[in-house]
């Protein structure tokens, strides 16, 4: 019970049973009766002192090694939690970095219902009609801005991967921070197009001056650059007022959209404005309060803005204009005999802006006691591209260490919690009095847990019913009785002792005769099956406990008791000091504390009977010994102090009491050492479910490959991510006739329906990404009601950037098989929503370059001609046809496609282009297949 170490422990124990050896035999020494007994007493009193100490060790180092255990588990699911939580900041940050945070918490919630309620046995509820579930949500009262840079792509065309990305992220961040400063929300960036409104999710009152704003303040930073590097380049932008419908589409990929009839209205107001200038409406006019001049352009530009009797406007800049020499000196186009390119110099220029790369806000990973070989295995496999010329982040350094002090804090909790003793009286999971656990499925789980070193206790249950077999054997009276008492229990012992390590002879008992194989599996039945373990517990403690009193019906009954003069009396053992080390038995053998209290006072009963009724003229024989002249008729006996009768009983209340808190004690330990494993198992698959959750989450948003370069992974955050393909194919899909069939009115809930039917449209086409025949097919966004979807991004280059012809070829193949497949979709919907969508379905295939930009919504996106290319055989295709470019053509003839030549159309941007039809009769009707099987 005292708080020492083990080897102070022993120290201790050695010396009071020296001490208590010495006193006894200098004590007893003094009378000529005990001196030929007394080297056999003192002999006994060893080896019962030795059988003590022993189980006292070995019980010390059980509770030290349970201790030790629990202690390391707690340290290790503290650093799993730690890593976790860690984890999961993370992929909240990146989630609500992409989401707004009512979108994301309502998807949140959505998922872990849904993953509750299969777990809980009950059935998921149906959506009202069957449909998915929408998470759009009507804005009045905002204001809507569409940005292009007009002249990029030619500039693009001129720049390398690592080039691109970097300008396009240091432009779009350097947006970012002007929508911030304006308090304007970017939806998304559509190639070099850029989307923001004002006034979402929270009404603002100046939505129409934010956006205002915010568009004079591109112009400025566009023409601030052209006139830095002389790059001939441009921003136009279109504002319009109006109302719109936001949240996101689909199954997978989300990305926060809005949609309405003004939406479409603000992006004719930027395709007709003029480059350099902010482009309005009348209804963005109407919103501004006169705080702005305007230039009246009427309504003369587009057929569609006529059509509808809008007036348009261009906001003049009530700024000065800046000077060229405030913008900085253009950079040299010479460096010494070398010619720097135009990208090389506007790349210069846009990193002297310092925008925030993407995540940059997130906590670099931790990683404490948990290393993941995975983890390290996945590294490398994308290039990140370092920032040219970054400096190490100091706030790394203070995040490692904030975090260890919490480690260290949390470390000093559970050491206080260990040696705290206010559990003792309060627990709100155990019960203070008998130390069950209060609900009944966690106590039928405690009794039921195995005891792998339920044997090592027999062991020590069978060291001490030797040691009391050798006491017995040096102190007590023998005869026969006692001898074959004696030989039956050691038989019965012996069975005990094989029945529990047999197990551990397994190899042997291979060999024995098939049917003795079943012997093998006694161990493992009685260390893991509760209701055997304590009918052996009980039987080995009966067995101990019954022995140890056995010996006193064998004694010669005295002849007389009126005097002690008169008595022949027999050797006595020390039985009083003898059932020290019994009872030690109900320590070491692990069963329930109530078997234990009830064997307790089974014992202090019957020892008590025995030692003052049914044989108490032994001890009135071991008083005459101690005190010759003291009588046995109460006249001259001794006092209370001294009587070992009176104090031989006292002894065994005491001694009672103590056990009591003893196994109380080791009870309670016990539980307490269950409550924390279950508690820690419950956190760990709490923050587990979190952690998955999350990254089910993220992978809807970024495809699984780009969201571990981000979370998960020991990357800094101010790299950015960029991976260039040499064959990717793209695919775009639209729906032309969902714009005539889009109306917003009452009856639709101002177009809401309508969405609804969109939604429903596109998660049935997200389903058909999770068939393992089109794996390799990511889905890159929508625009409107346009499906963008690529193939061949996850297939790692080799480091020269090349890839596979052959695996180019098929991932092609696969894509026209899901273009098919994306029409047998439509037609499905078609034919249970009474409607006639027809597909209309552009797929070029090329080299692109992915990468992730924007710091404030960080959004995947791949760019480079054949994207464009790919974009403009949707935009001059036919409904129900699928268009692709002569090269696309020819793999796909060469993979047993029909392809029927189209002939020679004029693309936009492009000049003339010959294309091809896929012929979609063979091709649907094995994708078809496909998808049944």
Known sequence: MLPLGVRDAVILSSLSSLSHLVALSVYLSRYRPMQALLPHQLLANGVLYVCVSALGIYQKLQMERALRKTFEDTLNCLESRMKLESEKRQQDHLLLSVLPVYIALEMKAEIMDRLRVPREGGQRPDTPNNFHNLYIKHHRHVSILFADIVGFTRLASECSPKELVLMLNELFGKFDQIAKENECMRIKILGDCYHCVSGLPVSLPTHATSCVWMGLDMCRVVRKLRGATGVDINMRVGVHSGNVLCGVLGLQKWQYDVWSHDVTLANRMEARGVPGRVHITDATLSHLGGGFEVESLGSLRDPHLKENSVDTFLVIDPRPPEHQGDEGSVPADVEGDRVVPTSARVTRYLESWGAAKPFAHLSPHITLAINTPSMDRMRGKDVPMKNLGSQRNPDRGRSQRRLQEAVHEKISEVIEGLNSHSHWFKSEHLNPLTLYFSTKAMEKQYRSTPVPAFKLYVAAAALTFTCNFIVQLLVSHKNMALGISYAVTFFIFLLILFTCFVGDFSRCTEKAPTPLHWVSGLS??????????????????????????????????????????????????????????????????????????????????????????????????????????????????????????????????????????????????????????????????????????????????????????????????????????????????????????????????????????????????????????????????????????????????????????????????????????????????????????????????????????????????????????????????????????????????????????????????????????????????????????
């Open 524 to 933: 493992t039945a009685v260390s893991t099956r509760g209701p055997i373990r304590v009918a052996v517990a009980t039987l080995v403690m009966a067995i101990v406990l019954g022995m140890a009193l056995l010996n006193v019906f064998f004694l010669p009954i005295p002849l007389g008791r009126a005097s002690c003069l008169d008595q022949n009396l027999p050797s006595l053992p020390m039985n009083e000091t003898g059932m020290v080390g019994e009872e030690e038995i109900l320590i070491a053998v692990p069963v329930n504390f109530e078997l234990k209290m009830v064997s307790l006072v089974l014992a202090l009963v019957v020892y008590n009977v025995v030692f003052l009724y049914t044989h108490a003229h032994l001890s009135d024989a071991y008083t005459c010994l101690l005190y010759p002249n003291s009588t046995l008729d109460g006249r001259h006996r001794p006092n209370v102090l001294k009587d070992p009768k009176v104090m031989g009983s006292f002894s065994f209340f005491i001694f009672f009491f103590t056990l009591l808190v003893l196994v109380r004690q080791n009870e309670f330990c016990c539980r307490l050492d269950f409550l924390w494993k279950w508690k820690f198992r419950e956190e760990r698959d709490q923050i587990e479910t979190m952690e998955n959750l999350n990254r089910v989450l993220l992978e809807n948003v970024l495809p699984s490959h780009v969201a571990a370069q981000f979370v998960g992974q020991d990357r800094r955050n101010e790299d950015l991510y960029h991976q260039s393909y040499e064959c990717v194919c793209i695919l775009f899909a639209s729906i032309p006739d969902f714009k005539e069939f889009y109306s917003e009115s009452d009856v639709n809930h101002e177009g809401l329906e309508c969405l609804r039917l969109l939604n429903e449209i596109i998660a049935d086409f997200d389903e058909l990404l999770s068939k393992p025949k089109y794996s390799g097919v990511e889905k890159i966004k929508t625009i409107g009601s346009t499906y963008m979807a690529a193939s061949g991004l996850t297939v790692a280059p080799s480091p020269e950037g090349q890839q596979d012809t052959e695996r180019c070829c098929n991932h092609i193949g696969v894509m026209v098989e899901f273009a098919v497949a994306l029409m047998g979709k439509l037609d499905s919907i078609n034919k249970h929503s009474f409607n006639d969508f027809q597909l209309r379905i552009g797929i070029n295939h090329g080299p692109v370059v992915a990468g992730v930009i924007g710091a404030h919504k960080p959004q995947y996106d791949i760019w480079g001609n054949s994207v464009n290319v790919a974009s403009r055989m949707d935009t001059t295709g036919v409904l129900g046809r699928i268009q692709v470019t002569e090269e696309t053509a020819h793999v796909l003839q060469q993979l047993g496609h029909t392809c029927h030549n189209r002939g020679v159309i004029t693309v936009k941007g492009k000049g003339e282009l010959r294309t091809y039809f896929v012929s979609t009769d063979v091709s649907r009707s094995s994708a078809t297949g496909t998808s049944l099987s």
